[in-house]
């Protein structure tokens, strides 16, 4: 049973705004791992549909027995054991819960992988997590093989985008993305075992389900982290349980359990989704139908269409862009109950045209890897208040503090720290990075800089770092400066971020030449295969010399500047 750690030194002005029927603090919760809560949500629900993608259903009864194959194949076919690592580097597809509850339930580490990583950073992920084993899409298998030398994986399972759909859609469905689109690159890889090869080996075996503590590792969730630089935060059974019951609190006051179904555009690998959907509305009994390319904006309205959700989780852009497309009002908006916009700040502007246009409010939260991740929301009844983070989660205690690290009089500005049942055990094999982080105290430094009105609703005002959110995903000037660096060619290079219509932010890139020659086309051209394509920069700018510090640190501040100022 966990209990929650209080603060009654430290008051929760923010309680008085919760909405009738929310708790201020979540219960005490009787699962000692996320296997366990899977195993009672899916006896609970049974033969309901609990995920849906390409028009296929899997019911939660269905996800638990192909979950628990996965794990014994893991367990008894590769000897994986407890504490091992495992990646997934899939999109959403109907492969990824099975997968995942699977390596959990065998008691294994998972280290979500963003399929559009480029081999060099996919590579940096397996060497610093040490991960044996990888479950990929074929679609991004040529990436692993070109860097899987010098890891120390020793088993690769391989996916094809249909091997959870019923024939004859599967057999469809696999030969387009092959033959007909053409979107499976040749790859070398040698002793791969097929997604479901594994699932069928599996069932022929027994699982011997480890005993899991919650204090024990669950994910190690890859982010550039508070203190900058790219680093694996290390995310407890015990935090992901109590992040998607905190979630739930104020879910609950606006929906029925077992009667909602929600669209998830945003990817699962992503740690908002991953809490929110894997588990939260998973064990809340909803119908996730997973979106795989939400980019494909009229396939997604037929898909809202089809499925008339009472949910939408979204990014700002996303919501954006439905709303440009002509066919979005011929949608019937009658069953929406909640649009949740995650990932990235939701901007007023789609906020105000959303509501007027559907007819629900756009609620808008915050949340940061390092706290599993949700640690705000805005009511999910009654009024939000557009451009703020809304109110901290129920067991959740936020402090706006000063430089001395005391906190501040309501009103005032300040570092948002945090402490709570979500806050990660630290950062994977980085004790000085999480010092940093976490203080003597067991708060959570998030660095960004807030203000807490009267009533407990929270607002960012600026950043302490220098994070770039491009479409929902973080992008740290420091790894893209250091890609650029690495060529030789370039003998200084700064980067911030500027806004951008379509993406919120994007990336733009300060050089100084070493060899006079070097022109956009070669930076770009170079960068290509060493950044995903969210990090590259979309503006280039060559200069004589950056602004520097007395001792020679770029001051982004200055560069920035002039784009504060509207240039670019």
Known sequence: MLR????????????ASYPSGQDSDIPEITFRSIPELVAATCEKFGDQPAFSNMGHALSFREVDQLSDRMAAFYQKELGLVPGDRIVIQLPNLLQFPVAMFGALKAGLVVVNANPLYTAHELKSILVDSGAVAIVVLENFAVTLDQEIGGTDIRHVILTSVGDLLPLPQRAFTNFAVRYVKKMVPAHSLAGTISFRDALSRGAQLVLDAPSLAPEDLAFL???GGTTGGTKAAMLTHQNMLANQFQIMGPIRVALQEGAETVIAALPLYHVFCLTVNCLGF???????VLITNPRETDALIKTVAK?????????????????????????????LK?????????????????ERRTGTQMVEGYGLTEASPVVSVNPTVGTARLGTIGLPLPSTYVEIRDDDDRAVALGERGE???SGPQVMKGYWNKPEETAKAIGPDGWLHTGDVAIMDADGYVTIVDRMKDMIVVGGFNVYPAEVEE???SDPRVKEAGVIGVQDEHSGETVKLFVVRQDPSLTEADIRGYLKERLAGYKRPKYIVFRDELPKTNVGKILRRELREPEDSGSR
């Open 4 to 15: 929650v750690e209080n603060h009654p030194e430290s008051p929760r002005p923010w309680l």
């Open 221 to 223: 969730q890859y982010t």
């Open 282 to 288: 998973f064990h809340f009994g909803a119908h996730n």
């Open 307 to 335: 499925y008339r959700p009472s949910v939408l989780i979204l990014v700002s852009t996303l919501a954006a862009a439905l709303l440009d497309r002509p066919n979005f009002d011929t949608l019937d908006f009658a069953p």
């Open 338 to 354: 909640l649009s949740v916009a995650g990932g990235m700040a939701l901007r007023t502007q789609v906020a105000e045209e959303w």
């Open 416 to 418: 948002l720290v945090i």
């Open 483 to 485: 890609a650029v660096l």
